[in-house]
């Protein structure tokens, strides 16, 4: 999927299994990968008086990182998971204050 401002770049390979793990300590809420995902699944939560980048439908992910290289803060980084479970599971300790899927 193409990333938005960004219409010669190749698309980026699908990886199943990866998925996008948000670090809210470093996330500023500026929706850059919210936009960069082609397949809406990332929005922003307010959480604590602060906007965070939130995964919202983590078995649709098709692992293609576009949010992950969109992110002028290096606040995502993709990780491999067996499966949405296990994702929420390893996204707990990345971001204590919540999992990825509702
Ligand atoms: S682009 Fe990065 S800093 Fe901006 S909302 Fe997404 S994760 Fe947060
Ligand atoms: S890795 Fe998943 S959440 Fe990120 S842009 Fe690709 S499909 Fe969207």
Redesign the pocket.
């Known amino acids: 999927m193409a990333i938005p401002g960004r219409p010669h770049q190749p698309a980026r390979p699908t990886r199943p299994g990866w998925l996008p793990a ?1 670090d809210s300590g ?9 936009a960069a995902c082609g397949l809406h699944l990332l929005s ?1 939560e307010v959480e604590q008086w602060r906007k ?2 939130t995964l919202r439908d983590a078995d649709r992910c098709t692992g293609c990182s576009d ?1 992950a290289v ?4 290096h ?2 980084a993709m990780r491999k998971s067996r499966n949405a479970e296990a994702f929420d599971a390893d996204l707990r300790s990345v971001n204590p204050r919540g999992a990825a899927s509702p």
Not at 26 to 34: D, L, S
Not at 70 to 73: E, L, Q, R, V
């Open positions: 948000v470093r996330c500023t809420g500026c929706g850059w990968c919210v922003l965070t980048s949010c969109t992110c002028p803060f606040a995502i």
